[in-house]
């Protein structure tokens, strides 16, 4: 990992976790000690992780997950004491937080890091997933209005508009929607 933020009340606990990190081989950690402090941090560059050792100066800790959570594409590892992992648990989980107990298993702590990594994994492959889809769909659309303005301005049906794009890519060696996009402008202004 190359961007950690450790979001945490005392130095202790700072040190503790990113002696944690560095044996994970995890780079660029970077620390605060409040939520209000991490908020701004994250709202200034992206975290890959972030872990956050409750309670803070300035607020448990559980709200400021789910703002992270709702708000950044970063992997959230909220660490509580044993007796409230279960509330933090009930609270967060859902949402996609990771909640482990204090005091902290060297093991339990890996884990929980290649856990929160896969999961980043996997939601940046349906995020990319996800931006060529909508880019599918914008190019429908752009064809489509080509085909609309072929057919209100040349009378032609829809299939003489579908087949006429095509026609045209084929000639003109381009591919459909930049011969849709030429249309477009040609009739827009």
Do not use: W
């Not at 994250?42 to 800790?61: H, K, Q, V, W, Y």
């Not at 909508?134 to 190019?139: A, R, S, V, W």
């Not at 829809?158 to 040609?186: C, F, G, W």
């Amino acid at each position: 990992m190359d961007s950690v933020l450790i979001v945490a009340s005392k130095e202790q606990a700072v040190s503790s976790l990113t002696q944690l990190l560095k044996a994970e081989c995890c780079t660029g950690i970077t620390s605060a000690k409040c939520g209000a402090e991490a908020r701004r941090l994250c709202s200034e560059r992206n975290f890959e992780t972030i872990i956050i050792n409750a309670p803070l100066s300035d607020e448990f800790g559980d709200l400021l997950a789910l703002d992270l959570l709702k708000n950044t594409s970063s992997g959230i590892m909220l660490v509580v004491k044993a007796e409230l992992e279960a509330v933090a648990e009930s609270k967060t989980s859902q949402y996609g937080a990771f909640v482990i107990s204090k005091p902290l298993s060297r093991q339990l702590f890996s884990k929980a890091l290649r856990f929160i990594e896969a999961a980043q994994n996997r939601m940046n492959g349906v995020r990319q997933e996800n931006v060529k889809l909508q880019k599918k769909i914008d190019d429908i659309r752009i064809i489509n209005r080509a085909k609309y303005i072929l057919m209100e301005y040349l009378s032609m049906t829809e299939p003489q508009a579908h087949k006429y794009l095509e026609k045209q890519a084929m000639d003109m060696r381009l591919t459909k929607i930049e011969v849709a996009k030429n249309l477009l402008s040609t009739y827009d202004s």
